[in-house]
T-cell receptor
């Protein structure tokens, strides 16, 4: 069990550019979550998948954001036409939803800076 | 809607002493889980302890224990014998198994030598 991994760890981009982040969950975890965390705040939920199905999207997730989990394993989060307000840490978490437990384990995050 | 409130933005404790971090929450669900996560400076978030709402017994993990008061919707974390490595931001989180977790804004804990 290698834990949740995210790539890249840091991304600096210019306003208006598109960026894509990748998350590899703990193997056999069926749920995968994306959160956004700004400095001094707790993580805010963006979206989550159960296997390959996207089950919920936050109102925070504007139409510039899209997430996929095509084969129920890794996931990508794309931000189109980035804005300075998108600068944040993007966290991925995974869990094995079993019985009634859903403990989420977090990756190291991708820190996005939009200039 | 679910809310989680951590009313202590910053706390400090002397090494080897005990400290308690507060958390209150609100949910209309009867079945849910509560978590404390630790996020050291520039490092990833680590699960510290978990409590099932249907269990009356408070969860304990080595030096970490919780005081879960379901009626009061309170979930505090006690750290005994504080160590320098406990310095981190601590987040309280609520999950109703509907998918997402709702987090508080965190408490920054500094352990002083």
């Amino acid at each position: 069990d290698t834990g949740v991994s995210q790539d890249p760890r840091h991304k600096i981009t210019k306003r208006g550019q598109n960026v894509t982040f990748r998350c590899d969950p703990i193997s056999e975890h069926n749920r995968l979550y994306w959160y956004r965390q700004t400095l001094g705040q707790g993580p805010e939920f963006l979206t989550y998948f159960q296997n390959e199905a996207q089950l919920e999207k936050s109102r925070l997730l504007s139409d510039r954001f899209s997430a996929e989990r095509p084969k129920g394993s890794f996931s990508t989060l794309e931000i189109q036409r980035t804005e300075q307000g998108d600068s944040a840490m993007y966290l991925c978490a995974s869990s094995l939803m079993r019985e009634s437990t859903d403990t989420q384990y977090f990756g190291p995050g991708t820190r996005l800076t939009v200039l | 809607a679910q809310t989680v409130t951590q009313s202590q933005p910053e706390m400090s404790v002397q090494e080897a002493e005990t400290v308690t971090l507060s958390c209150t929450y609100d949910t209309s669900e009867n079945n849910y889980y509560l978590f404390w996560y630790k996020q050291p400076p520039s490092r990833q978030m680590i699960l510290v302890i978990r409590q099932e709402a249907y269990k009356q017994q408070n969860a304990t993990e080595n030096r970490f224990s919780v005081n879960f008061q379901k009626a009061a919707k309170s979930f505090s974390l006690k750290i005994s014998d504080s160590q320098l490595g406990d310095t981190a931001m601590y987040f309280c989180a609520l999950n109703t198994n509907a998918g997402k977790s709702t987090f508080g804004d965190g408490t920054t804990l500094t352990v002083k030598p």
